[in-house]
């Protein structure tokens, strides 16, 4: 038998959740991405439970443990037990009574392959006790073995249930697939027009979550070969988001969801991601130094240091000089050193064109020539007479 490692399960808050659970009888189980990563190998950022208790008993028994309740889902049979200050997630197990394509209408249970039944993918569909005996009702073991990405039953049932898992099938193989069910492809494409049916915030959530993988590339052109991504990201280009991860690559540098959505997406996606401000402005800069070609020290010099190490991979690639970052670093450090008042004869418009020519002129030094040099730069700028004083 399968057991995870030992180390998932001596954990103290944990251990004090588990108690609590199976005080009076009742039984609990880690469940989904908790046993996934452990068997993989991978980070374990949260832990979920599910069990046979009904929610209102796993409150009343956190509460007779001394653990706080919060009845975070509890329409959906979810209770977050807080335990030495962290969050569990306990849900109990659930049936389907009625789905519209995006949300549920769940039965609560105490039969464990009803719960499986209902989940999505089969490597989500693992569940272990406490002993770390993993229980597998659904085949996910095999497929985790494989990095093979199945849906739960007929992959159109799964997804006409929530048309949501159609990218999440996309991101959970960015994730960790290296093989994608046949079927489970040729329904994506057949039902992908379900996606009207998301909103725009949980396209982006889960658009973000997928180029934020190591290796995303595999996903985004299955996502294209589905019809997927072009429903989604009308004009997308598969070829830049390659080009951008193998100069990622070759510079060492961190992924960056931000980044990849700006190679694989030419125009402006705030709308179709409802993105935030800050992230739709950082796409714009990005945008606007392609347009105009900054050079490295104009792109250190203008933008911020995220920005600028963005734009460098994006328009550089693999071709980007070994002294790369330092040129970014100097001219981040490297403000113009004059100031309105040096030009003490100037005002208006024609002391901002004097001020960019100064700009233009230090950027171009490689931010070396002297104040007396930037000012005959300034002074002797293309002025129009009508905007001196």
């Given at each position: 038998?399968?057991?995870?490692?030992?180390?998932?399960?001596n954990?103290?808050?944990?251990?004090?959740?588990?108690?609590?659970l199976?005080?009076?009888?009742?039984?609990?189980?880690?469940?989904?991405g908790?046993v996934?990563?452990?068997?993989?190998?991978?980070?374990?950022s949260?832990?979920?439970?599910?069990?046979?208790?009904?929610?209102?008993?796993?409150?009343?028994?956190?509460?007779a443990?001394?653990?706080r309740?919060?009845p975070?889902g509890?329409?959906?049979?979810?209770?977050?037990?807080?335990?030495?200050?962290?969050?569990?997630?306990?849900?109990?197990f659930?049936?389907?009574?009625?789905?519209d394509?995006?949300?549920?209408?769940?039965?609560?249970s105490?039969?464990?392959?009803?719960?499986?039944a209902?989940?999505?993918?089969t490597?989500?569909?693992?569940y272990?006790d406490?002993a770390?005996?993993v229980?597998?009702?659904?085949?996910?073991?095999?497929?985790?073995?494989?990095?093979?990405?199945?849906?739960?039953g007929?992959?159109?049932?799964?997804?006409?249930e929530?048309?949501?898992?159609?990218?999440?099938?996309?991101?959970f193989?960015?994730q960790y697939?290296?093989e994608?069910?046949?079927r489970?492809?040729?329904?994506?494409?057949?039902?992908?027009?379900?996606?009207a049916?998301?909103?725009?915030?949980?396209?982006?959530?889960?658009m973000?979550?997928?180029?934020?993988a190591?290796?995303?590339g595999?996903?985004?052109?299955?996502?294209?070969?589905?019809?997927?991504?072009?429903l989604i990201l009308?004009?997308?280009r598969?070829?830049?988001?390659?080009?951008?991860?193998a100069?990622?690559?070759?510079a060492?540098?961190?992924?960056?969801?931000?980044r990849?959505?700006?190679?694989l997406?030419?125009?402006?996606?705030?709308?179709?991601?409802?993105?935030?401000?800050?992230e739709?402005?950082?796409?714009?800069?990005l945008r606007e130094?392609?347009?105009?070609?900054?050079?490295?020290?104009e792109?250190?010099?203008?933008?911020t240091?995220?920005?600028?190490?963005d734009?460098?991979?994006?328009?550089?690639?693999?071709?980007?000089p070994?002294?790369?970052?330092?040129?970014?670093?100097?001219?981040?450090?490297?403000p113009?050193?004059l100031?309105a008042s040096?030009?003490?004869?100037?005002s208006g418009?024609?002391?901002?064109?004097?001020?960019?020519?100064?700009?233009s002129?230090?950027?171009?030094?490689?931010?070396?020539?002297?104040?007396?040099?930037?000012i005959?730069?300034?002074?002797?700028?293309?002025?129009?007479?009508?905007?001196?004083?």
């Amino acid at each position: 038998m399968t057991h995870l490692p030992a180390a998932i399960l001596n954990d103290d808050a944990l251990i004090r959740v588990l108690d609590a659970l199976e005080a009076r009888g009742a039984r609990a189980w880690l469940v989904g991405g908790v046993v996934r990563n452990a068997l993989l190998g991978e980070p374990v950022s949260d832990i979920d439970i599910a069990t046979d208790a009904p929610p209102t008993e796993v409150s009343l028994l956190a509460e007779a443990a001394g653990l706080r309740a919060v009845p975070t889902g509890i329409d959906h049979g979810t209770v977050t037990l807080v335990a030495d200050g962290r969050g569990f997630e306990v849900t109990t197990f659930r049936r389907d009574v009625e789905t519209d394509g995006r949300h549920a209408v769940v039965a609560f249970s105490t039969d464990l392959a009803e719960d499986a039944a209902r989940r999505d993918f089969t490597i989500n569909a693992l569940y272990a006790d406490r002993a770390g005996r993993v229980l597998d009702p659904v085949g996910g073991l095999p497929d985790l073995a494989a990095r093979r990405l199945r849906f739960v039953g007929e992959p159109e049932d799964r997804i006409r249930e929530d048309y949501l898992r159609i990218l999440r099938f996309f991101r959970f193989f960015a994730q960790y697939g290296r093989e994608a069910q046949p079927r489970a492809l040729a329904a994506c494409a057949a039902l992908r027009d379900g996606l009207a049916r998301i909103a725009p915030e949980r396209v982006g959530a889960e658009m973000r979550k997928l180029l934020a993988a190591p290796a995303p590339g595999a996903a985004i052109a299955l996502m294209a070969q589905t019809g997927v991504l072009d429903l989604i990201l009308p004009g997308a280009r598969p070829d830049a988001l390659q080009n951008l991860i193998a100069a990622e690559n070759a510079a060492e540098a961190q992924p960056s969801w931000r980044r990849r959505l700006a190679a694989l997406v030419p125009g402006d996606p705030t709308e179709a991601l409802r993105l935030s401000r800050h992230e739709s402005r950082h796409l714009a800069r990005l945008r606007e130094a392609a347009r105009a070609r900054w050079s490295l020290d104009e792109a250190g010099y203008r933008l911020t240091a995220p920005e600028a190490l963005d734009h460098a991979l994006l328009h550089r690639g693999i071709g980007l000089p070994v002294d790369w970052r330092a040129r970014l670093d100097r001219a981040q450090a490297s403000p113009l050193p004059l100031k309105a008042s040096d030009l003490p004869g100037l005002s208006g418009p024609a002391l901002g064109r004097a001020l960019r020519a100064a700009e233009s002129a230090w950027i171009a030094s490689a931010f070396t020539l002297p104040a007396p040099a930037l000012i005959d730069a300034a002074l002797n700028a293309d002025l129009n007479p009508k905007d001196t004083p």
